[in-house]
């Protein structure tokens, strides 16, 4: 059972441009909320993080919003770079188990 | 800080074969290791948690005597794959939680390995 549902799949963002990615969870005990990035054939490299008890946390060109009502939570990269190609999965945490959401595939063109 | 190095990075083996793939914590002690099997364009799957000293604990679905993992210090965990099939091939991450320099976790490299 998939507990973060994430989306787009898959997005192309032209360079300077800015790219979000969505995520919805089920589960009230989660905690702790990380976006990962992850290069092919690498592992996971936490991005940012954030708790329930903030609605938004921004560091240099990531932001992540949180809605806790609505159970949502995005990444925003503000002026997206080549370099920024990866894949994103967000993930939550209750206890000490994280649990990912499916991935999103990032392209940015420069 | 807190790094989990993990080798080796990749491997091929014959089908039949074991494999073992190594995590060291290098600066810190992790008690706990979670184990991950990703395959291509897909999600990060937990496959076991392993614990120093006490034997892991495994996922619905994963086959514990395919999947030896043992953790017998607080620098070591390690999982051996016995007797590979072709569809053991996937990518493998080690995790381990921390708490500093800031709360979360991290990741070892991953082992790619393919059976052939």
């Known amino acids: 059972q998939q507990q973060v549902k994430q989306s787009p799949q898959s997005l192309i963002v032209q360079k300077g441009g800015i790219s979000i990615i969505n995520c919805a969870y089920e589960?009230?005990?989660?905690?702790?909320f990380p976006w990962y990035q992850q290069f092919p054939g690498k592992g996971p490299a936490l991005l940012i993080a954030?708790?329930?008890?903030?609605s938004e946390k921004k560091e240099g060109r990531f932001t992540i919003s949180f809605n806790k009502s609505a159970k949502q939570f995005s990444l925003h990269i503000m002026d997206s770079q080549p370099g920024d190609s990866a894949t994103y999965f967000c993930?939550?945490?209750?206890?000490?188990?994280?649990?990912f959401g499916e991935g999103t595939q990032l392209t940015v063109n420069p | 800080g807190a790094v989990v190095s993990q080798h080796p990075s990749w491997v091929i083996c014959k089908s039949g074969t074991s494999v073992k793939i190594e995590c060291r914590s290098l600066?810190?002690?992790?008690?706990?290791m979670f184990w991950y099997r990703q395959f291509p364009k897909q999600s990060l799957m937990l496959m076991a948690t392993?614990?120093?000293?006490?034997?892991?604990?495994?996922e619905q679905g994963v086959e514990k005597d395919k999947f030896l993992i043992n953790h017998a210090s607080l620098t070591l965990s390690t999982l051996t794959v016995t007797s590979a099939h072709p569809e053991d091939s996937s990518f493998y991450i080690c995790?381990?939680?921390?708490?500093?320099?800031?709360?979360?976790?991290?990741f070892g490299s991953g082992t790619r390995l393919t059976v052939v």
């Open positions: 995790s381990a939680p921390i708490v500093a320099p800031n709360y979360g976790y991290t």
């Open positions: 589960n009230t005990a989660f905690d702790y």
């Open positions: 954030i708790r329930p008890d903030v």
């Open positions: 993930a939550a945490t209750s206890g000490s188990r994280l649990t």
């Open positions: 600066d810190f002690q992790a008690t706990t």
């Open positions: 392993s614990n120093e000293g006490s034997k892991a604990t495994y």
